[in-house]
């Protein structure tokens, strides 16, 4: 069974930067393609950043130019680096690997971790 433990979140203030970190395990993790997705209190879990097994990244509006999402297939890992961080990023942020039809491949999310932003 498929293992997502996310981690690297905390408090910080805007403007200042976090690095997310997702291990996977019980996965073939490097032929799948990885997002990062995040749900704000009240409202839908979104994907914020996704790459391929190749290596190709795809970016949400709201974090474009902010956020970079990066993978080693060695460790089975997925990182999320997100700077410039603002209040509205503030989110439980989740990993898993995203398909073609817009669903994500492992029904059993990980505990997420939490991202505040705030002065």
């Known amino acids: 069974q498929v293992q997502l433990v996310e981690s690297g979140g905390g408090l910080v203030q805007p403007g200042r930067s976090l690095r997310l970190s997702c291990s996977v395990s019980?996965?073939?993790?490097?032929?799948?393609?990885m997002a990062w997705y995040r749900q704000a209190p009240g409202k839908q879990r979104d994907m914020v950043a996704a790459?391929?097994?190749?290596?190709?990244?795809v970016y949400a509006d709201s974090v474009k130019g902010r956020f970079t999402i990066s993978r080693d297939n060695a460790k089975e890992t997925v990182d999320l680096q997100m700077s410039s961080l603002k209040p509205e990023d503030t989110a439980v942020y989740y990993c898993?690997?995203?398909?073609?039809?817009?669903?994500?491949?492992?029904?059993?999310w990980g505990q997420g971790t939490q991202v505040t932003v705030s002065s």
């Open positions: 019980g996965s073939n993790f490097p032929i799948y393609a």
């Open positions: 790459i391929t097994s190749g290596g190709n990244t």
């Open positions: 898993n690997a995203p398909t073609s039809t817009g669903g994500v491949r492992w029904g059993s």
